[in-house]
């Protein structure tokens, strides 16, 4: 089982008490990927700090071993993890045909995770758990302030 944590020092108050958040399962191989991504764009000036592993190591479970080892636990959630990247942090590989016409990435923006949480709020029945430290938008829906250019929808849909 892949168990990824990180620290992430976004409130002052983390900076006396800071939190580690622990990612177990499928999702854990999806921010692997994220930082895989990020990594291989900027990583190459923290070469010296990489810890060694042998190929042998076996640090992972295939996505199928993941999924079956959490299928029968009653206790489960079903929850998803969205991370974002941008130019400035990760190569993009070339838009499909699918990808464009979805309209998922403009301008160099991937709002891949606007669409995913829209999608989401929509389809919630009974409750949603978003947390996101970008919630400023909807700009275009406050009278004084449309051309400010805050034009996040997930606002908005909450």
Same mark, same amino acid.
């Given at each position: ?28 191989? #999806? ?36 999924? #079956? ?21 990760? #190569? ?20 891949? %995770? ?6 989401? %709020? ?5 409750? %949603? ?6 919630? %400023? ?22």
């Amino acid at each position: 089982m892949l168990t990824y944590s990180i620290f992430t020092p976004y409130n002052p108050a983390h900076r006396t008490n800071p939190p580690t958040h622990t990612v177990e399962g499928p999702g854990a191989l #999806d921010l692997l990927q994220n930082f895989l991504d990020r990594w291989n764009k900027q990583g190459h000036k923290y070469l010296n700090m990489l810890r060694s592993f042998v190929d042998g190591d076996n640090l992972m479970l295939t996505r199928e071993e993941e999924s #079956d080892f959490y299928k029968e636990d009653p206790e489960r959630w079903s929850t998803q993890l969205f991370r974002s990247i941008d130019g400035h942090s990760s #190569d993009f590989p070339a838009l499909s045909k699918r990808e464009k016409a979805a309209a998922l990435v403009k301008n160099h923006v991937d709002k891949s %995770i606007q669409t995913a949480m829209v999608h989401h %709020i929509r389809r919630a029945k009974k409750f %949603i758990y978003i947390e996101n430290q970008y919630f %400023i938008g909807s700009s275009l829906n406050w009278e004084a302030h449309k051309k400010t250019g805050a034009i996040n929808l997930v606002p908005l849909e909450v």
